[in-house]
């Protein structure tokens, strides 16, 4: 839970994922799916080695300008253990490898493509977030 959360700033951080998508598609024609990006720049080395690694240096140096320009980290508070953050990132994980994409690549970039795979993998992972966020909140207790 983001305890200083602030809608502006969400918005800020979602019109900079778009126009970082948009600006790599249009100067280089790539597709800004996180996961494709990492997962060719370590699983197939070769050619798209330094766009890809300067991506990832990108992705890691973010949370760096946001303490440069806040002068603080954000406060976050998980409630999760270790054993269900493991669990729920290697689902994560497999869902991406199974959808052939993640999150930002489908609901960011495919559904900025008009693609019909995108479409059905959105509606699916929203589906079940919305459904997850419904039980935990009012059906599921722990």
């Known amino acids: 839970m983001i ?3 602030n809608p502006w700033q969400a918005l800020a951080g979602g019109g900079l994922i778009g ?3 948009a600006f790599l598609l249009l100067s280089d024609g790539k597709i800004a799916g996180v996961s494709g990006i990492v997962g060719r720049l370590f699983l197939a080395p070769g050619e ?10 990108g992705l890691l140096g973010g949370p760096l300008l946001f303490v ?4 603080h980290w954000p406060e976050i508070a998980i409630d999760a253990s270790w054993p269900v953050l493991l669990a729920a990132g ?3 994980g497999a869902g991406t490898r199974l959808g052939h994409g993640c999150t930002s690549g489908h609901g960011v970039c495919g559904l900025a493509r008009l693609s019909p795979r995108s479409m059905v993998a959105v509606a699916a992972f929203m589906t ?3 459904l997850t ?3 935990i909140r009012h059906g599921v207790r722990s």
């Open 133 to 135: 966020v419904f039980l």
């Open 90 to 92: 290697l689902l994560v």
């Open 48 to 57: 798209g080695t330094v766009w890809r690694a300067a991506f990832l240096a």
């Open 19 to 21: 126009l970082s998508a």
């Open 3 to 5: 305890t200083d959360w």
């Open 68 to 71: 440069a320009f806040a002068g």
């Open 128 to 130: 079940a977030a919305i």
